[in-house]
């Protein structure tokens, strides 16, 4: 097992912004490319980006180019997700995860328990 | 960007029953097709990749098959524990795009 630990639900005002951890043990982050992916209630999940191995770059997917940053701590092996300019909309669970096998074109084979974001006013 | 469509949303079946799952691409994906499972306040688990290679400590009764754009997940006898949703995911382009979902139900 890969265990990813997230940190704990945030409610955040409009237009403010949120930083998700995500932190993994058993393995290194080097030996994995890290994903986020978020659900919104009542509908599917959605690829948020992610470290591509074969490049060694992140990606993010466009809907979300410019307001959402990736990083990781290889020190403390934790990964973070950072959205910006945050909307109603953005109300959702958060989910790391991990694709072990080396490409690009992979899987995501261990999640995160999820970090529940709520933006109100 | 490729649209995942499963079908059905919904589905009732009984404990021993053969349940079929499909998901539909826009476009072709070479195989690059993934199925998860997901219970409710649980992570999503990866349950078959590239279409029909079962993640290890998968139970074997669960079986992934098709190409092009059109892939069946299958559990060839349900148990209580796989009651769950279930979502279809392809690798093939970014962003990489998830079914809306079918929930698998008691009956």
């Known amino acids: 097992q890969v265990p990813l630990v997230q940190s704990g639900a945030e409610v955040k005002k409009p237009g403010a912004s949120v930083k998700v951890s995500c932190r993994l043990s058993?393995?290194?982050?080097?030996?994995?490319?890290m994903h986020w992916v978020r659900q919104a209630p009542g509908e599917g999940p959605e690829w948020m980006g992610g470290?591509?191995?074969?490049?060694?770059?992140?990606i993010y997917a466009q809907k979300f180019q410019g307001r959402v940053t990736m990083t990781e701590d290889t020190s403390t092996n934790t990964a973070y997700m950072e959205l910006s300019s945050l909307r109603s909309e953005d109300t959702a669970v958060y989910y790391c995860?991990?694709?072990?096998?080396?490409?690009?074109?992979?899987?995501?084979?261990?999640w995160g328990q999820g970090t529940l974001v709520t933006v109100s006013s | 960007d490729i649209q995942m469509t499963q079908s059905p949303s919904s589905l009732s079946a009984s404990v021993g029953d053969r349940v079929t799952i499909t998901c539909r691409a826009s476009?072709?994906?070479?195989?690059?097709l993934n199925w998860y499972q997901h219970k409710p306040g649980e992570a999503p688990k990866l349950l078959i990749y590239?279409?029909?290679t079962l993640q290890g400590g998968v139970p074997s009764r669960f079986s992934g098959s098709g190409s092009g754009t059109d892939f069946t997940l299958t559990i060839s006898s349900l148990q209580r524990e796989d009651f769950a949703t279930y979502y279809c995911?392809?690798?093939?382009?970014?962003?990489?795009?998830f079914g809306q979902g079918t929930k698998v139900e008691i009956k």
């Open positions: 995860a991990t694709d072990s096998s080396g490409f690009w074109r992979g899987y995501f084979d261990y």
């Open positions: 058993g393995y290194t982050l080097t030996e994995l490319s």
């Open positions: 470290f591509d191995p074969e490049d060694g770059e992140t």
């Open positions: 476009q072709s994906l070479s195989g690059y």
């Open positions: 590239a279409a029909s």
């Open positions: 995911q392809q690798s093939y382009s970014t962003p990489r795009t």
